[in-house]
């Protein structure tokens, strides 16, 4: 209960803020925001759990993604603030089209002054997003230098600007430009850990390890001709999968060819799997491919009836010239 109270501030919080990043129209308000919206974004996956390995992925990736687009857009202020501080233009000055781009300096006393309280509730609010923010660290110290660079470091920088006053020495451009690029390099590390899944990045030793599995599989059952190809990815922290096209030799056109073919799959299938789970796979896909066992017998089909080699049905393909054959024969009767 107490997740989605938080999480309900954290709501109405980006909403305010963002209605205050219009009328403020400050480069560094617009930091703040962003980190704001980053954990509104993030707190999804925690506050509604889903059994979803695709959800966690979305909601992780786009809340960083979210962020730096936001920082993105408001980095061309801060470039054109330090452009007009260039020119020797004050930061309330309007331009020629009529647009009037107010810094924080040139921000009446009343805004100001409610620009530091909001400021304040957003750090006392986000000394609490640990219960709803989740980021990706391999250990406690890491998770708390992104807590304290991302969440904390902002909002304090602001209230410290606007407590002592530091726009009225044209410093704000400057300490946004800073602050941006600081916090840019924390996201993109932060998320950098995903680029694995969104990727689907084979594990370490995984291509080594099942090409081990696949020869020994072979040795224990000699209708497995080999493997076509093979897929490993992890998929999600401790989640891998793999697919595998596997090749299985049909035997001879007797009586009972299907059921052996099949019977053969079936353990193959069995034993692959089971070792490839043992091996630390989490899911295991493998797809039949039914090769003839002497290929220079091409009568000896798995098709149900000779006619499917005339409509190439199924896994049955005959040789040119006996297929052009077939199609005369076939002609020449109708």
Same mark, same amino acid.
């Given at each position: 209960?107490?997740?989605?109270?938080?999480?309900?501030?954290?709501v109405? *919080?980006?909403?305010?803020?963002? *209605?205050? $990043?219009?009328?403020?129209?400050?480069?560094?308000?617009n #930091?703040?925001?962003?980190?704001?919206?980053?954990c509104?974004?993030?707190?999804?996956?925690?506050?509604?759990?889903?059994?979803?390995?695709?959800?966690?992925?979305?909601?992780?990736?786009?809340?960083?993604?979210?962020?730096?687009a936001?920082?993105?857009?408001?980095?061309?202020?801060?470039?054109?603030?330090?452009?007009?501080?260039?020119?020797?233009?004050?930061?309330?000055s309007?331009?020629?089209?009529?647009?009037?781009?107010?810094?924080?300096d040139?921000?009446?006393?009343?805004?100001?002054?409610?620009?530091?309280?909001?400021?304040? #509730?957003?750090?006392?609010?986000?000394?609490?997003?640990p219960?709803?923010?989740?980021?990706?660290?391999?250990?406690? *110290?890491?998770?708390? #230098?992104?807590?304290? /660079?991302?969440?904390?470091?902002p909002?304090?920088?602001?209230? /410290?600007?606007?407590?002592?006053?530091?726009?009225?020495y044209r410093?704000e451009?400057? #300490?946004?430009?800073?602050?941006?690029?600081?916090?840019?390099?924390?996201?993109?590390?932060?998320?950098?850990?995903?680029?694995?899944?969104? *990727?689907?990045?084979?594990?370490?030793?995984?291509?080594?390890d099942?090409?081990?599995?696949?020869e020994?599989t072979?040795?224990?059952?000699?209708?497995?001709?080999?493997?076509?190809?093979?897929?490993?990815?992890?998929?999600?922290?401790?989640r891998?999968?793999?697919?595998?096209?596997?090749?299985?030799?049909?035997?001879?056109?007797?009586?009972?060819?299907?059921?052996?073919?099949?019977d053969?799959?079936?353990?193959?299938?069995d034993?692959?799997t089971?070792?490839?789970?043992?091996?630390?796979a989490?899911?295991?896909?493998?797809?039949?491919?039914?090769?003839?066992d002497?290929? $220079?017998?091409?009568?000896a089909?798995?098709?149900?009836a000779?006619?499917?080699?005339?409509?190439?049905?199924?896994?049955?393909?005959?040789?040119?010239?006996? /297929?052009?054959?077939d199609?005369?024969?076939?002609?020449?009767?109708?």
């Amino acid at each position: 209960m107490l997740r989605y109270i938080i999480l309900f501030c954290f709501v109405l *919080l980006t909403l305010t803020e963002y *209605l205050a $990043s219009i009328c403020f129209h400050s480069a560094l308000f617009n #930091i703040v925001f962003a980190m704001t919206l980053m954990c509104v974004v993030n707190s999804v996956e925690v506050c509604i759990p889903k059994q979803n390995m695709a959800f966690s992925i979305l909601t992780r990736v786009s809340a960083p993604i979210v962020a730096i687009a936001w920082l993105f857009i408001n980095l061309s202020h801060i470039f054109e603030a330090i452009t007009d501080l260039g020119h020797g233009e004050s930061g309330n000055s309007s331009d020629d089209h009529g647009h009037s781009h107010e810094h924080v300096d040139g921000i009446c006393g009343l805004a100001l002054e409610n620009q530091f309280y909001l400021t304040c #509730i957003d750090f006392v609010c986000k000394l609490v997003s640990p219960v709803i923010v989740s980021f990706q660290a391999a250990s406690v *110290l890491r998770y708390t #230098i992104r807590y304290i /660079a991302l969440l904390i470091l902002p909002p304090i920088i602001a209230i /410290a600007c606007l407590k002592y006053d530091l726009t009225e020495y044209r410093a704000e451009p400057f #300490i946004c430009l800073f602050l941006t690029i600081f916090v840019g390099i924390v996201l993109f590390v932060d998320s950098k850990p995903y680029s694995k899944y969104l *990727l689907l990045k084979t594990p370490p030793s995984a291509e080594a390890d099942m090409s081990s599995i696949i020869e020994r599989t072979k040795l224990q059952h000699p209708q497995l001709k080999g493997v076509s190809h093979f897929h490993t990815y992890e998929c999600w922290p401790n989640r891998i999968e793999v697919i595998m096209d596997v090749m299985i030799r049909k035997p001879d056109n007797d009586e009972s060819h299907v059921l052996n073919t099949v019977d053969s799959f079936n353990k193959i299938r069995d034993a692959l799997t089971k070792d490839i789970i043992d091996w630390g796979a989490n899911e295991v896909i493998i797809n039949p491919q039914f090769l003839d066992d002497d290929e $220079s017998q091409q009568n000896a089909s798995i098709c149900v009836a000779r006619s499917c080699h005339f409509f190439d049905q199924g896994c049955c393909k005959l040789p040119n010239d006996e /297929a052009k054959h077939d199609d005369h024969d076939h002609t020449s009767s109708v």
